[in-house]
């Protein structure tokens, strides 16, 4: 019997599909990431639990995953699922599906609802080509360091973000990303509350200074097209505009890179080259 991977639903209970039930009404073993969720969508569902249920979740991953794979080799049907969405995607289930696979024991998958691509259809924002970036680090300095990564990404960009951390997590992209760039906030998905708010990463920061509540999935525009024919005196005009339009020198710069698909270091130092050349300033100038 193969491992069957459940995407369970992000919000209504009712979007989840005829053959949900009926793989986790026929399991022999359900390995939940969390059993007390399980049973509260079981029994919105009217599933009555007939197989063992055991907990799955990142504390307790690599001591659990021996066990399930010897009642897969058993012949028992082992149903995976976790608290919303698919497994093994930011979720508990990467370890037993890649020793499975490893293997040779068979896997498949019950589709179900996905806040990846639920938010980045609600987004607005492109969909012909897109990334997947999960959690961003909690800590500022590796945050800014992954966004850094992506600031001349192309492709749409979809991330987590736990309430708590989004207004730093904004910040941070504002400085490293630029104001300017669009993203887009998704709230509650599919619940009661559900929330979509658009705009620049300048406008959204504002927007979440007094705090955001529920599970938040975050779509972020894709830097625009490298823009090879602009000039170092264009760069530096662009900076100036950007500044006095009334950004500090290192938001000028930031905006510049997310406008142009330049990199930073290509931006500052085509300011510092003209800060020399006009004898005005020194390079030190610029670092802050």
């Known amino acids: 019997?193969?491992?069957?991977?459940?995407?369970?639903?992000?919000?209504?209970?009712?979007?989840?599909?005829?053959?949900?039930?009926?793989?986790?009404?026929?399991?022999?073993?359900?390995?939940?990431?969390?059993?007390?969720?399980?049973?509260?969508?079981?029994a919105?569902?009217?599933?009555?639990?007939?197989?063992?249920?055991?907990?799955?979740?990142?504390?307790?991953?690599?001591?659990?995953?021996?066990?399930?794979?010897?009642?897969?080799?058993?012949g028992q049907r082992v149903v995976l699922v976790t608290d919303a969405g698919m497994p093994t995607v930011s979720d508990p289930g990467y370890r037993l599906v890649a020793a499975a696979a490893a293997e040779g024991l068979p896997v498949t998958c019950v589709p179900g609802p996905s806040a990846v691509t639920t938010a980045?259809?609600?987004?607005?924002?492109?969909?012909?080509?897109?990334?997947?970036?999960?959690?961003?680090?909690?800590?500022?300095?590796e945050r800014r360091a992954?966004?850094?990564?992506?600031?001349?990404?192309p492709r749409t960009c979809v991330l987590f973000e736990a309430p708590h951390r989004l207004a730093d997590a904004l910040a941070d992209m504002v400085e490293v990303l630029g104001p300017g760039r669009r993203a887009v906030v998704c709230r509650e998905l599919t619940k009661t509350y559900e929330?979509?708010?658009?705009?620049?990463?300048?406008?959204?920061?504002?927007?979440?200074?007094?705090?955001?509540r529920g599970e938040v999935t975050l779509v972020l525009e894709g830097a625009p097209t490298r823009t090879a024919e602009t000039t170092p005196e264009e760069l530096v005009a662009m900076v100036k505009l950007a500044e006095q339009a009334g950004l500090t020198r290192k938001e000028a710069l930031a905006s510049v890179v997310a406008d142009t698909g330049r990199s930073r270091s290509?931006?500052?130092?085509?300011?510092?080259?003209?800060?020399?050349?006009g004898g005005a300033g020194r390079r030190a100038a610029f670092d802050h």
């Open 146 to 153: 992954r966004l850094a990564e992506l600031a001349a990404e």
């Open 195 to 212: 929330e979509v708010v658009r705009g620049t990463l300048a406008e959204l920061l504002a927007w979440s200074a007094d705090g955001v």
């Open 1 to 42: 019997m193969p491992l069957v991977l459940a995407g369970a639903p992000i919000g209504q209970p009712t979007d989840a599909s005829a053959r949900l039930v009926a793989v986790l009404t026929d399991a022999e073993v359900v390995a939940a990431e969390d059993t007390r969720r399980l049973h509260r969508l079981c």
């Open 266 to 277: 290509e931006v500052y130092d085509a300011v510092v080259a003209a800060k020399a050349a």
């Open 44 to 74: 919105d569902l009217g599933v009555q639990l007939s197989g063992r249920v055991v907990s799955y979740f990142e504390g307790n991953e690599v001591q659990r995953t021996p066990d399930l794979l010897a009642a897969l080799r058993a």
């Open 120 to 141: 980045l259809a609600l987004s607005g924002l492109p969909t012909d080509r897109f990334c997947f970036e999960g959690f961003l680090p909690r800590k500022g300095g």
